[in-house]
């Protein structure tokens, strides 16, 4: 068994389902148990390797079916590279599934222009979601997305450099085409983020320092990192069997705004985005961050995002054409989550969670859901699925095709409808 989980995450894609097959077979045989749940959990937010992330399509996959996941939906940035796979991995295993790419937009001539929205790196550039692409669009979503990476990775190089300057005094060096691609799966059409980067950096700094109080001096010290002290903790302890993820969040946290450059050529305009969606029958989602702590893996310092113009945020998302909102149940208080869910229903917006896996560290599993005001974030994924058979076989079938919006005056008869689809064999 142990084998054939190392080999979820084998660079060789056929390897990969290979494992698959072959604990699926030792799931059937008894020898493996799922994790016991004791509630129909969903997720429609989990990221792979073709973006950032210690799992490959198939392992997400595995790994969300081992943990009780009834549902399971693959989200990496800039890429649909590992959807097919994901998808062959969820038929394996018999996990539903539904598939989407997270992306940054640029809302420049928006009333959103300038704003700090939902974005801890740069204002006026906010993070949206493209859910529920139907499976014939694929190529067109790649061949769309494909020009966006190679500008990131314009700057990427860029951001090296800029590492570098900052690092040059003590005999560090990273070399974006040594330490940094492969490490990524660029080369079959996933995308090179900053966090790429930083676990490469995260590599080098282990390397110089090693793991423990003299890494963590050196990042308070030299490169003068603040750390909270559960992170603190965390990374002076070397037997810590996720240390390179917590380094990784520490630097992402503190570190990214020393050497950043902004996003420009590589972020599509809003209008754009929004026009991809509509053609290709997919779901387009504004991904709600609202004013947060310090996130659970340690990513994102306390800082005040949208919540103080919500009112704004909703009257133009709209405008835009948005047709969803997505968000975290364990991302936000219940305060701020109520509030949301009010300016969804008053903007008839359909609601979409996933909890954002890209660590180690993170469970699959909400255990947010079970309160009973996000029952409706259950129905929400099942009529995704529903959606995705829908309109993998016929545009016009899709949840808000000119056709679906003929046909439903009313939001939740839409979505009981499409979870019908989604339920049914």
């Not at 991995?89 to 997270?102: K, Q």
């Not at 450099?161 to 560090?172: G, M, P, R, S």
Request: aromatic share 10%; proline share 3%; with cysteine.
């Amino acid at each position: 068994m142990n084998e054939f989980i190392e080999q979820l995450n084998d660079y060789d894609k056929n390897k990969r389902l290979s494992a698959v097959k072959s604990l699926s077979r030792l799931y059937a045989d008894g020898k493996i148990k799922k994790q016991p749940v004791d509630f129909e959990y969903v997720n429609n937010h989990i990221h792979t390797t073709y973006s950032f992330s210690p799992y490959s399509p198939s392992k997400a996959a595995w790994m969300a079916f081992i943990s009780g996941l009834s549902t399971a939906g693959i989200m990496d940035h800039d890429s649909v590279g590992g959807i097919r796979e994901f998808i062959e991995a969820g038929r394996i295993i018999n996990i539903a599934t539904t598939v989407g790419m997270e992306l940054r937009v640029d809302m420049s001539g928006t009333r959103l222009d300038g704003k700090k929205i939902n974005n801890p790196d740069q204002d006026g550039v906010a993070y949206v979601a493209m859910h529920g692409i139907p499976h014939g669009q694929l190529d067109k979503v790649s061949s769309f997305i494909k020009p966006y990476q190679n500008e990131r990775n314009k700057r990427n190089k860029l951001m090296v450099k800029n590492i570098n300057a900052l690092i040059k005094d003590y005999e560090i060096n990273l070399d974006f085409e040594k330490d940094v691609l492969p490490i990524s799966m660029f080369n079959d059409g996933g995308t090179v983020t900053e966090r790429h980067i930083l676990y490469a950096l995260s590599k080098r700094l282990i390397s110089r320092y090693g793991k423990g109080k003299k890494l963590v001096t050196f990042l308070k010290d030299s490169l003068r990192i603040q750390i909270v002290p559960k992170l603190e903790q965390l990374l002076t302890d070397d037997k810590n069997e996720y240390y390179d993820y917590d380094l990784l969040g520490v630097l992402k946290s503190d570190f990214v705004e020393m050497f950043y450059i902004p996003a420009d050529k590589e972020c599509p305009h809003i209008t754009d985005f929004i026009r991809l969606c509509d053609e290709t029958g997919s779901i387009s989602a504004y991904a709600y961050l609202g004013d947060v702590g310090v996130s659970v893996t340690g990513d994102k310092k306390k800082q005040k995002y949208e919540d103080d113009y919500l009112d704004l945020l909703f009257e133009e998302i709209t405008r835009l054409g948005f047709k969803a909102v997505t968000y975290m149940p364990s991302r936000n208080t219940k305060e701020q989550l109520l509030r949301v869910r009010e300016f969804c229903d008053r903007y008839g917006l359909f609601q979409i969670s996933g909890e954002d896996i890209n660590s180690p560290r993170q469970k699959f599993i909400c255990s947010a859901l079970k309160d009973e005001m996000f029952e409706n974030l259950k129905d929400a994924a099942w009529a995704l699925i529903g959606h995705e058979k829908a309109a993998s076989s016929d545009l016009d079938k899709a949840m808000f095709s000119p056709a679906s919006n003929g046909k439903f005056m009313d939001l939740n008869d839409r979505i009981g409808y499409y979870k019908s689809i989604g339920k049914s064999e």
